[in-house]
């Protein structure tokens, strides 16, 4: 009864936004989202009910982490709605992974919609047992807005589970390299049982400092961000090499730069050598195309064009970890397609905003056995079919333009409010709506962001001092207005 009643609300709610649709610049069914027109507070954040049910939830596990609850039957768009009914804008939506805002129109449509249903209902084993529509969700989907020049994918459940699945194609097709295509012998077999070598053999990952790729064990090995994410858990030796730390603005610092990225490439031949020699081999480069927990860290396309070389040269894997880079956030699909590499990624990881966790790769790193990258669920359908309406949208109302065109009044926001505020603010940056600022300190960054919740503006964090932005792919030259108001409110206060 109450699930019925519950689908009947958000169907009425689906006609009303459809009548409400007005004659903004875009009458498309994406915007056509009845949101609140600014936040509103009503109490602290969070509010007596909010702390009542922290006091619940902690009975029950930790509850450290935990900002507030959230009313998601009453958020709407790029608002986010409190259990106390605080409405704010939300600039870091869900740790960046909504890609249409909250109650968008057309996913409350995919639920309701009759062929999705078994979707929701009956979750299979994808790997073994795939449902007959599975091939043509796939083609539609996923390849539909595959990088250029890959055409193999293979979904997974989060962002985790993906690279450490994409690390282990990795290390499949540099073994079956080595062996020169020959099947594994009985020895390799019979060892890696007992985590031995042959069959367990001592390869590495080569990643970068300050990067995030996950909280699994090997996704882990190649995360250097926070020693939250990493205290106490016993981690294999794998190699690391500083990130470019470029220098701002850009335009100012291209010498400069260019030098400090083209030694960090030298020092990542000399790691992989260095490790070849102690027993160690490389057997792949993990990247993230914007270093994004690790403080909104750019690197140019050259950067990543000679990481590409390296591998390339070397025979090792390039994994591009666009987990929180891809679907549209920097105003093209994939982040790295800014790069226009020579030759793609070996593997390419999503997950956030795409619903659905997985990776592309190129055919080679395809395994030639079944069974080698499986699980039990692998992804499941009913994301794909909420994926497939956010792809719908993405393409039919031109998101992606429309995202260049927001990221670019936001950064010049920024960059205002850097001139306004030159002790406080530096290194305005960004890429779409994927952007950052920096602070002087991390203490006045967290006090800028605990007194813009104040006035109902929901931001993230990142890196040392940095503060992010992470909004919908709707957000729009409007939304930057309110916060850029509330912003310069908070900052100015701040001077006094
Ligand atoms: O605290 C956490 O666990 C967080 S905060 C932000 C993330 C995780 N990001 C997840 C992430 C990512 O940004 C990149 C580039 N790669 C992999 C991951 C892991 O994704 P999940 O969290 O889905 O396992």
């Known amino acids: 009864m109450l699930v019925t009643r519950r689908l009947n609300l958000l169907l009425r709610t689906i006609e009303k936004t459809h009548n409400d649709s007005t004659g903004d610049k875009h009458a498309s069914l994406s915007i056509a989202v009845s949101e609140p027109s600014e936040p509103k507070v009503v109490t602290d954040i969070p509010g007596p009910k909010s702390k009542q049910l922290i006091q619940e939830l902690d009975q029950i596990q930790n509850v450290g982490a935990v900002h507030f609850f959230c009313d998601y039957d009453n958020s709407h768009g790029n608002y986010l709605t409190d259990v106390d009914g605080n409405v704010m804008l939300d600039l870091y939506t869900q740790i960046s992974s909504l890609p249409l805002g909250y109650n968008h129109p057309a996913l409350i449509n995919a639920v309701s919609k009759p062929e999705n249903l078994s979707t929701f209902v009956n979750r299979p084993a994808l790997g073994v047992y795939p449902p007959a529509d599975w ?22 459940a989060c962002g985790a589970c993906s690279v450490e699945h994409g690390l282990k194609a990795i290390f499949i097709k540099y073994m079956s390299d080595k062996r020169g295509g020959k099947a594994p012998s009985k020895e390799d077999m019979e060892s890696c049982i007992a985590n031995e070598a042959p069959g367990s053999p001592p390869l590495t990952i080569l990643s970068f400092s300050n990067s995030f790729h996950g909280r699994t064990m090997g996704a882990l090995a190649c995360t250097h961000s926070k020693w939250l994410h990493k205290l106490d858990f016993p981690m294999p030796a794998w190699p690391h090499v500083r990130f470019p730390d470029l ?45 994004c927990e690790g403080g909104d860290n750019f690197a140019s396309a050259d950067f990543f064009q000679g990481l590409r070389d390296i591998t390339s040269k070397r025979g090792l894997g390039y994994l591009m970890d666009e987990v929180q880079t891809g679907c549209g956030v920097t105003g093209k699909f994939w982040a790295h397609e800014h790069f226009n590499l020579t030759d793609t990624p070996d593997i390419v990881t999503f997950s956030k905003k795409m619903l659905t966790g997985g990776f592309y790769n190129k055919s080679s790193f395809r395994p030639k056995e079944g069974y080698r990258i499986l699980n039990t669920w692998v992804g499941d359908p009913s994301k794909i079919a909420l994926l497939g309406e956010v792809v719908n949208v993405i393409k039919e109302d031109n998101i992606l333009d429309e995202v260049k065109v927001t990221g670019d009044y936001l950064l010049s926001g920024l960059k205002q409010m850097q001139v306004k505020y030159p002790g406080m603010l530096s290194k305005s940056r960004g890429l779409g709506t994927l952007s950052a600022v920096d602070f002087n300190t991390a203490a006045t960054r967290d006090k800028v962001m605990a007194n813009l919740r104040k006035k109902g503006v929901h931001t993230g964090s990142c890196g040392e001092k940095t503060l992010r932005f992470r909004p919908t792919l709707l957000f729009q030259n409007k939304h930057v207005d309110v916060f850029m108001e509330r912003f310069d409110d908070v900052l100015s206060q701040f001077e006094k």
Do not use: C, H, W
């Not at 091939?135 to 997974?156: A, D, E, H, I």
């Not at 701002?248 to 400090?260: D, K």
């Open 135 to 156: 091939v043509s969700r796939l083609q539609n989907v996923l390849v539909s807005v595959s990088p250029p020049g890959m055409t193999q994918v293979q979904t997974m």
């Open 247 to 291: 220098k701002y603005p850009l335009e100012e610092f291209v010498e400069e730069n260019r030098a400090e990225e083209n030694k960090i490439l030298e020092e990542v031949e000399d790691k992989i050598e260095e490790y070849n020699k102690k027993g160690l081999p490389v057997a792949g480069v993990i990247v993230e195309p914007v270093q």
